[in-house]
């Protein structure tokens, strides 16, 4: 079960990851069109983009707001309350992240069934069926293979990397 003890927890590991306000012009995610020079910069706060929310005002998005969505708009997405609490945390980390749709998938890959980004009986059976710590071990070297492929990896990737470190640490303290 998931409380909100531990989704404020996750909020400050998240948060962490993806900092403060930025407008860096080089991030498709901090442009209201998610392309580059398109539309306008209203920048990222708390990994919540002007790509994903085009009209909202970035800049001034609270802690408490960023709280709304996650739970809104990733958690209650990617279904969390279906998983073990250490692989729903790592989930919400990756669909904030990357979207929650590729989060999916890559537990999908991660687990050996069919990615097609839905958790149906398949997916829930093989989850059922694996230690908790190697989901999570292989749910992160999906996203690690995932990661590097990204044409913007020689920009951002040092981040992503740090960011898939902390979340071993943070798999070795939830499992």
Do not use: C
């Amino acid at each position: 079960m998931i409380t909100i003890t531990m989704v404020e927890k996750w909020l400050d590991r998240i948060i962490g990851h993806e900092g403060g306000f930025t407008d860096d012009p080089a991030d498709r995610g901090n442009w209201t069109s998610g392309i580059i020079g398109k539309g306008k910069l209203k920048g990222t706060k708390y990994g919540i983009s002007a790509m994903s929310y085009p009209e909202m005002d970035i800049q001034k998005l609270t802690r408490r707001d960023a709280a709304i969505i996650y739970k809104r708009d990733y958690l209650d997405r990617i279904g969390a309350q279906n998983f073990r609490p250490a692989i729903a945390f790592q989930l919400l980390d990756a669909a904030v992240n990357s979207g929650v749709r590729r989060a999916l998938l890559l537990l999908q890959q991660a687990i050996g069934v069919s990615p097609d980004g839905i958790i149906g009986p398949v997916t829930r059976a093989r989850l059922i069926a694996m230690d908790e710590a190697d989901v999570i071990m292989r749910f992160l070297a999906e996203r690690l293979d995932f990661i590097v492929q990204i044409k913007t990896y020689p920009i951002y990737g040092k981040g992503w990397t740090a960011r898939i470190a902390d979340n071993l640490r943070y798999a070795a303290d939830d499992t």
